[in-house]
């Protein structure tokens, strides 16, 4: 009963940590097909409802690459016969060219943009020169553009890739520039996510943190960014190393009620896992 118990602790505590902070689990543990958003074109025109139906295109052929891509992979895994075959091309570099010539036959205006945002979230694992390239068109001239809030994710797990320089940089940038609520509560939740992630951090940095995802919070409206903020921050100041977990009541395996405050001062093993 007392291994049922501490399994029933771990398992328990796993679902608490899974609403009250998300990014525990690393958020997306298997990315999506490429979605960018749709392009910002204000007053309907030729040019960017062509822009559109182009991006369109341009991400489903992706998707479908991709998924034939990592079709062959599996493959290749268990399969002793193919694994002595030359692997298959990544698709990123076919498909961040084709961006980058549509970004350049509408730059300058918001049309451009859905195209260099996909190329920073292709980039950042295969491209890093690329997508830091489009980061920088970005941030220099499309600042006011209201859709950048989608290549979020692609800045905050490709801090280590892009570099965190450039990707702070970036986001400061945004969050100074940017007219749009949505995107500066993005940005900010990105900024405080950044040191969320970190493997060290101090307090002071903490702090500052957690300041910038309460105004990511004030200012999302019903930006999906104010939950994620809310689970940041109960990272933040409730889940470090040092400090006592948040307690939790159930029943264990044997139908026994039972708090984890109970084993205060005893060792608890916690078994995380997961299956997706």
């Not at 999506?32 to 960017?48: E, F, H, I, L």
Request: aromatic fraction near 6%.
């Amino acid at each position: 009963m007392q291994t049922s118990r501490i399994l029933s602790v771990g398992l328990a505590l796993a679902l608490l940590t899974s609403v009250a902070a998300p990014l525990l689990a690393g958020e997306e543990p298997a990315p999506p097909p490429v979605d960018t958003g749709s392009v910002n074109t204000g007053p309907v025109n030729t040019a960017a409802a062509d822009a559109a139906k182009l991006h369109k295109q341009i991400t489903a052929d992706f998707n479908a690459a991709r998924n034939d891509y990592y079709a062959v992979m599996r493959k290749r895994r268990a399969d002793a016969e193919l694994q002595k075959q030359d692997p298959p091309t990544a698709p990123e570099p076919e498909f961040i060219a084709r961006h980058a010539a549509a970004a350049k036959t509408y730059a300058g205006t918001d049309a451009a943009v859905p195209f260099l945002t996909s190329i920073v979230s292709m980039g950042r694992s295969r491209q890093a020169d690329d997508a830091r390239a489009a980061l920088a068109t970005i941030v220099e001239s499309h600042s006011g553009s209201a859709t950048l809030d989608t290549m979020t994710f692609s800045l905050l797990y490709g801090v280590h890739t892009l570099g965190e320089d450039t990707v702070r940089g970036a986001v400061d940038a945004l969050v100074e520039r940017s007219p749009h609520n949505g995107v500066k509560a993005a940005m900010l939740y990105c900024r405080g996510a950044m040191v969320n992630r970190a493997t060290t951090s101090t307090q002071d940095q903490r702090d500052t943190a957690v300041v910038d995802l309460e105004r990511a919070i004030e200012i999302g409206g019903e930006s999906r960014y104010v939950g994620l903020s809310k689970g940041a921050i109960f990272e933040l100041t409730r889940l470090q190393v040092g400090m006592t977990a948040p307690d939790i009541a159930g029943d264990d395996l044997d139908g026994y009620g039972f708090k984890l405050s109970d084993y205060r001062g005893k060792v608890v093993v916690l078994d995380f896992w997961g299956d997706w």
